[in-house]
């Protein structure tokens, strides 16, 4: 399955990141695959059942007669998909390499730049300093996208952007964030990153680089 634009630079560190399979997830998408399953069977198999029991509705229940046997195998079958889906597609997470730490995406957005200006929103991410990467012109369709990942227990911080070129997406290199730089650009969420830098998170990067 294609991978989403903001993805693609993880995929193009290989050195750095790594797509791993979850077992929870793998678990959790079993159980509502083998759920689906089970009641799309009986949903068949008591369909005639299901019929008669919605004929006896009355009153407000009355408009969905026509809608129970048929609804009850749908819904089956769309949980059924669902979990299907979620296990080929979805069951898995981002690593890194080096310590195993599980990556967590804080933001992930398009940017209203052509796809040319994809280098200098990545040299402005990575500087670390949120004077310099703050603010995004973050829109909801564009030619370059940026994404940030956590890898908490580490205390270090993935940024990559992508810009298009034609139908396809061409990922840059991942830049590393730690120390005062993890710190400001941890303290952030999504919503922050079409705004200014506050000045506490400012205050807080600087005082950082002096703290040694």
Do not use: C
């Amino acid at each position: 399955m294609t991978a989403e634009p903001q993805e693609q630079p993880l995929r193009a560190s290989p050195a750095e990141v790594r797509r791993v399979r979850s077992r929870s997830q793998m678990v959790a998408a079993l159980v509502m695959l083998v759920l689906g399953l089970v009641a799309l069977v009986i949903s068949i198999v008591m369909y005639d059942a299901l019929v008669e029991l919605s004929s006896t509705y009355r009153g407000r229940r009355g408009g969905l007669r026509d809608a129970v046997a048929p609804g009850a195998v749908l819904l089956s079958a769309g949980a059924a998909l669902g979990g299907l889906v979620w296990l080929l597609a979805w069951s898995y997470r981002w690593e890194r390499v080096a310590t195993g730490t599980v990556l967590k995406q804080q933001a992930s957005s398009y940017l209203a730049l052509p796809s040319h200006e994809a280098s200098a929103v990545l040299a402005r991410l990575a500087s670390g300093d949120p004077r310099t990467y703050l603010p995004l012109p973050v829109t909801n369709k564009g030619d370059v996208v940026f994404g940030v990942w956590l890898a908490k227990a580490d205390r270090v911080a993935y940024a990559g952007v992508a810009g298009r070129l034609g139908r396809d997406w061409q990922a840059l290199p991942l830049a590393m964030l730690d120390g005062p730089a993890y710190e400001a650009i941890s303290r952030l969420t999504v919503d922050h990153y079409g705004a200014r830098a506050s000045q506490t998170i400012v205050n807080g990067f600087v005082s950082g680089l002096f703290s040694d």
